[in-house]
């Protein structure tokens, strides 16, 4: 699976909308963007996926750039809730690549009251 | 509609001895996929089982085996336990074999080896 660089950590005050940044230059065309994340002393969550267009839904929205080598997720309105380890994970659709997540560092997220 | 569940919760085990990790799929999934995930990383694939047969298998060596059943639970064995196992055991599931399938994770089962 192609690698993804992200930032180690971010700070957010509550209610403020988040940017959470993701570089995949050597992205394929058969990729798609997933993000996960991880709450404290729990198991990684599904947030949202997309291939080439912007995508939202009622957890956050995901801004794809259009040369697809960097992607944003957005979280509209931080919550305490929201504080986590945020992965960015390109996973490939062509049917030739594995079927694992491939889980980096992450970037964990801080949401200041 | 139970998510995914994993037992035991926690697990205190000594060099060398055996554990057996155990998971239940959310209703509905067929693929089980085991993860491990050290303090402070993200989770490592160990691998993945869609029929009862194992479909593919990370890094990890034979001291780690699993096994699924026909009701889709699956049981991830270690044998001969090191120190550098312990860690969070981390079980999601699946449908089919398609890898933009949205995975579920259980609670995981914290392992600590002295």
């Known amino acids: 699976d192609a690698k993804t660089t992200q930032p180690n950590s971010m700070e957010s005050n509550e209610e403020e909308p988040v940017h959470l940044p993701c570089n995949h230059s050597?992205?394929?065309?058969?990729?798609?963007i997933h993000w996960y994340r991880q709450l404290p002393s729990q198991g990684p969550e599904y947030v949202i996926h997309g291939l080439t267009s912007n995508v939202n839904n009622r957890m956050a929205s995901l801004a794809i750039a259009e040369d697809r080598k960097s992607s944003t997720l957005i979280l509209h309105r931080a919550t305490l809730r929201d504080a986590a380890v945020y992965y960015c994970i390109l996973r490939d659709s062509s049917g030739a690549g594995s079927y694992q997540l491939t889980f980096g560092k992450g970037t964990k997220l801080s949401v200041i009251p | 509609d139970a998510g995914v569940t994993q037992s035991p919760t926690h697990l205190i085990k000594t060099r060398g001895q055996q554990v057996t990790l155990r998971c239940s799929p959310k209703?509905?999934?067929?693929?089980v996929s085991w993860y491990q995930q050290a303090l402070g990383q993200g989770p490592q694939f160990i691998f993945q089982?869609?029929?009862?047969?194992?479909?593919q298998r990370g890094n990890f060596p034979d001291r780690f085996s699993g096994h699924q059943f026909p009701n889709y639970s699956s049981e991830l064995n270690v044998n001969a336990l090191l120190l550098g196992d312990s860690a969070l055991y981390l079980c999601a599931s699946s449908t089919g074999l398609g890898s933009y399938n949205e995975q579920f994770f259980g609670p995981g089962t914290r392992l600590t080896v002295l």
């Open positions: 209703s509905g999934h067929d693929t």
């Open positions: 089982y869609y029929e009862e047969e194992e479909r």
């Open positions: 050597t992205i394929s065309g058969t990729d798609y």
